[in-house]
C-alpha cells in the first residue's frame, strides 16, 4: 500500500525567501510521484513529476523537486518565493493500477503557503 | 479548448434528498475518478472508472453512487445515506498508461 506525509500543514515564508514544502512517501514498488498546486475553490494543476530518470524534476512556476529514495522523500522547493505561490500544495504517488495500465494517486493532507510581503 | 468540465461549481441541498454532481470531459480519456476533499484531509477517492460501464469504489465510496454510460461523462450521486456530504469535491481523468491527471474546477456542496 501507499501513503504520502506531507510535513507542516501550513508554511509561511517571506517574498523572495527559499520555499521548501517536504514530502515522504512510502511505497511497495517504485513510485511515481507528483506535487501539485491548489488555488482557492479550484481544481488542481500539475506542478512536476517523477517517473523515471533523472531524481531532479524541474517544474512550473520555477518550482523543483528532488526524489531520494534512501530517505523516502520528494521535497519541493524553489530558490525565491513569490507572492503569486501563496496556495495549497499537495504530494502524490501512484502505483500501477493492475491490469488496466492507469495509475491511482495517493495525496498527502496538503501543505498551505502563505507568502508574507 | 479541451478539458474537464464540473457543474454546478455550488450546490445546496437539504438534508435528506439525493443529489447528482456533473463531470464531463472532452480529452477523449478513458479514465474518469471523483475525489472528495476536506480542510486538512487532502483528496480521499470516492469512485473511479477505467473504461465506459464499468467503475471500482475507492476508499471512501459509502453514500455515493456514479454510472459511465458514455466516455465523456462520469457524474456522481451524492445520496442520502451519506452521512457528512458538505465538502468539495473533484473530478479528474486521465490517459490509459499516463501518468498525469487533469482535474477539474471543482464542485462545492453544502448541506443545509
Known amino acids: 500500500a501507499q501513503s504520502v506525509t506531507q510535513l507542516g500543514s501550513h508554511v509561511s515564508v517571506s517574498e523572495g525567501a527559499l520555499v521548501l514544502l517536504r514530502c515522504n512517501y512510502s511505497s511497495s514498488v517504485p513510485p511515481y510521484l507528483f506535487w501539485y498546486v491548489q488555488y482557492p475553490n479550484q481544481g488542481l494543476q500539475l506542478l512536476l513529476k517523477y517517473t523515471t530518470g533523472a531524481t531532479l524534476v524541474k517544474g512550473i512556476n520555477g518550482f523543483e523537486a528532488e526524489f531520494k529514495k534512501s530517505e523516502t522523500s520528494f521535497h519541493l522547493t524553489k530558490p525565491s518565493a513569490h507572492m503569486s505561490d501563496a496556495a495549497e500544495y499537495f504530494c502524490?504517488?501512484?502505483?500501477?493500477?493492475?491490469?488496466?495500465?492507469?495509475?491511482?494517486?495517493?495525496f498527502g493532507k496538503g501543505t498551505k503557503l502563505s507568502v508574507i510581503p | 479548448d479541451g478539458g474537464i468540465t464540473q457543474s454546478p461549481k455550488y450546490l445546496f441541498r437539504k438534508e435528506g434528498q439525493n443529489v447528482t454532481l456533473s463531470c464531463e470531459q472532452n480529452l477523449n480519456h478513458d479514465a474518469m475518478y471523483w475525489y472528495r476533499q476536506d480542510p486538512g484531509q487532502g483528496l480521499r477517492l470516492i469512485y473511479y472508472s477505467q473504461i465506459v460501464n464499468d467503475f471500482q469504489k475507492g476508499d471512501i465510496a459509502e453514500g455515493y453512487s456514479v454510472s459511465r454510460e458514455k466516455k465523456e461523462s462520469f457524474p456522481l450521486t451524492v445520496t442520502s445515506a451519506q452521512k457528512n456530504p458538505t465538502a468539495f469535491y473533484l473530478c479528474?481523468?486521465?490517459?490509459?498508461?499516463?501518468?498525469?491527471?487533469?482535474f477539474g474546477q471543482g464542485t462545492r456542496l453544502t448541506v443545509v
Open positions: 479528474a481523468s486521465s490517459m490509459r498508461g499516463s501518468t498525469e491527471a487533469f
Open positions: 502524490a504517488v501512484s502505483e500501477t493500477y493492475s491490469g488496466a495500465g492507469s495509475y491511482q494517486l495517493t
